[in-house]
């Protein structure tokens, strides 16, 4: 059971930083008195369990925040400065020889 209340709290931790989005220095705040538990009650079960589980549920929300892409106004710069196309031509390159543009042609200006 304790291996399932600690996935259950990385999974909590994973949903509540998703929904909340705090700041790295806020989860490592948070974990010092995990680790304070952990270390004051090493040899009591609960104590201990619930510190584990505060220290997943931190790890997991940790992991989303590093694991999600962070992108700045530079970041995608060749999609938002070429013209917007869509669809399964949208990465064709475009060709030079196009006469007449469709709207499956690779050079077809996007609507």
Request: aromatic share 10%.
């Amino acid at each position: 059971m304790t291996l399932f209340y600690l996935g259950l709290a990385w999974l909590a931790g994973i949903a509540l930083a998703r929904w909340l989005d705090p700041p790295l220095p806020v989860l490592g705040l948070l974990a010092v008195p995990a680790l304070a538990a952990l270390l004051l009650y090493r040899r009591e079960r609960g104590p201990r369990l619930a510190a584990l589980c505060a220290l997943a549920l931190l790890a997991g929300a940790a992991r989303l925040l590093w694991a999600t892409p962070h992108f700045g106004p530079d970041d995608l710069w060749p999609i938002t400065t070429t013209r917007a196309r869509s669809g399964w031509w949208a990465w064709w390159p475009t060709s030079p020889t196009c006469a007449t543009p469709t709207r499956t042609c690779a050079c077809a200006p996007s609507r």
